[in-house]
């Protein structure tokens, strides 16, 4: 939640930034319900492949 202000710090001095993000819980305000904290760890766990490929193609 924090992306926003951390980025605007960064660029202040002249930082490049590259945010990635995965949605794990669409938090829809017409159908609020608890978190299901197993659900987003498991969206997380399913997503982690495609970004660790994204982020080492990026480094690479």
Do not use: F, N, Q, Y
Request: net charge negative.
């Amino acid at each position: 939640m924090s992306t926003v202000p951390e980025v605007t710090v960064a660029v202040h001095p002249g930082m490049k930034v590259l945010g990635l993000s995965i949605v794990t819980d669409m938090c829809l305000p017409d159908a609020l319900k608890p978190a299901d904290s197993d659900a987003i760890i498991a969206t997380a766990a399913a997503a982690e492949p495609k970004l660790r490929k994204i982020v080492l193609g990026i480094l690479s």
